[in-house]
C-alpha cells in the first residue's frame, strides 16, 4: 500500500468516525413476479440498512430572479463510505439528529477516495 493510499484509508476512518452521525435505510422499488400466480408487480425492497451517514444542507443563491430579489435555495446532499452502492430513483429514509425523513437520489454522485455525496431531493411518491 502507497503512503496515498494509506493517507486515503486514515482520512476515510476518520470521516467515518467523526462525522456519519445519523443512519439511512435504501428502498428500491422493483418488479418482483409472484412464483405462484405469475403475476408481475411492484414491491418495495429494502437494499441496504442502518448505513451510518451524514446528511449536509447547503442554501445557495438560485439562478431564479425575482422582481424583489435573487431566490435561495436548499441543496441536500448525503454523505456515504465510497464503496457503498444507493442506485438512481432509490428512496432513503435519513434519521439524523432525531429527525426521520424520506429522500430520493437525483442528482450526480460525487465519489472520493474517502466518501460519496449524493444529491437529495424529498420523496414525494415513486415514478
Known sequence: MTAIEKAQQA???AIERNHYDGTCTVTEHKKVTDTKTR???YQDVV???DQPCHLIFK???STKQSES???MEQ???LMLPPDVAVKPGSKITVTQAGKTADYTYSGVL???P???EIMLELFERWA
Do not use: F
Open 69 to 71: 430579489a435573487s431566490e
Open 75 to 77: 441543496v441536500t446532499k
Open 59 to 61: 442554501t445557495v443563491n
Open 114 to 116: 474517502t466518501h460519496q
Open 47 to 49: 437494499t441496504l440498512e
Open 11 to 13: 482520512a476515510r476512518k
Open 110 to 112: 460525487a465519489v472520493y
Open 39 to 41: 403475476i408481475s408487480g
